[in-house]
């Protein structure tokens, strides 16, 4: 029997390296499509295709619907992510994440994949002020990232509706795991706090840590993606909250770690999240698997660059 095939975009980054580990045990051939904007090592493993192409570029997509060909589906997990960073650069954002979401819907519709999952986040929802928050509260992003990933949903919807695409637009929390950042633009607070322990520094907490996130394990991110894909229900841009439904504040994670903590100026971000993941449970059986304070304890002996 031939083996389904899938294209997965941003494979050589964080989370979409993941995904394409679980295809792969899972027998599955894979595509991965990246541009090596993150810098990451392009090859995470062997047995996937690797291509370095732009997305982004309208140039690129004759090249993107002749992968797509004869494919079961798209894992599109590809962007520049740092929250920040947009906020200073908005154009490059907007230039890299948007386009490259209507490139690759569109490369899709023109190969006739029928399955497409976008890789959202919780940026969509802003300064929500309801906890938990479900896929049917408000979005409002603040920042130029939460604003182009909303735009990504919503054009997954009209794609959906427009050309019969089956999209699922899965809102990732606070992302934690094996191969994430551990500094630099893209690093998160775990993985900084992971250098900085390794390197015997304090803990940097921006403003005063009382803020709140959601921290869900790369691994359960994967098997949401594969779960999403594979379901034999028809999404039409339908929103999953992936996240753990437990929220810590970074105080509390520093004192995982433990050691010295700073206190440094805050950034614009929302003082708190936390999923309602109810909706992931009834319709695709998905559920988290590892909380953050537990992987937190096992992994600080191995902490080290």
């Not at 295709?49 to 797509?68: M, P, Q, T």
């Not at 900085?196 to 709140?212: A, E, H, M, V, W």
Request: net charge positive.
């Amino acid at each position: 029997m031939k083996k389904e095939k899938y294209i997965v975009t941003g494979g050589s980054g964080f989370i979409g390296s993941h995904i394409i580990e679980k295809l792969i045990d899972e027998n599955y051939e894979v595509i991965v499509v990246d541009n090596q904007s993150n810098g990451r090592n392009p090859i995470i493993n062997s047995k996937a295709k690797y291509h370095d192409i732009d997305i982004s570029c309208l140039s690129s997509i004759e090249k993107i619907i002749d992968l797509l060909r004869g494919c079961n589906g798209v894992f599109h997990c590809a962007a520049l992510i740092d929250v920040q960073e947009s906020i200073e650069k908005p154009i490059k954002y907007e230039n890299n994440n948007t386009m490259s979401t209507l490139n690759l819907l569109e490369a899709t519709r023109k190969a006739k994949v029928k399955n497409f999952v976008y890789s959202s986040s919780a940026a969509v929802y802003g300064n929500s002020n309801k906890f938990p928050i479900n896929e049917d509260c408000d979005t409002g992003p603040i920042s130029p990232y939460g604003a182009q990933k909303y735009y990504g949903e919503v054009i997954c919807k009209v794609y959906s509706e427009l050309y019969g695409i089956n999209t699922s637009c899965l809102r990732y929390f606070n992302v934690f795991g094996e191969r994430q950042k551990i500094s630099g633009a893209y690093a998160n607070v775990i993985g900084i706090f992971k250098h900085q322990i390794s390197k015997n520094k304090p803990l940097t907490i921006r403003g005063d840590g009382n803020q709140k996130r959601d921290f869900i394990y790369v691994k359960d991110i994967a098997n949401a993606n594969i779960k999403a894909m594979t379901s034999k229900k028809s999404f039409c841009g339908e929103i999953f909250n992936i996240g753990s439904g437990k929220s810590y504040s970074i105080n509390e994670i520093a004192s995982f770690f433990g050691g010295e903590k700073v206190f440094i100026d805050a950034v614009k971000e929302p003082k708190e999240s936390l999923a309602n993941i109810q909706k992931s449970y009834n319709l695709l059986n998905w559920k988290p698997s590892i909380d953050v304070k537990d992987w937190i304890k096992s992994q600080l002996t191995n902490f080290s660059d």
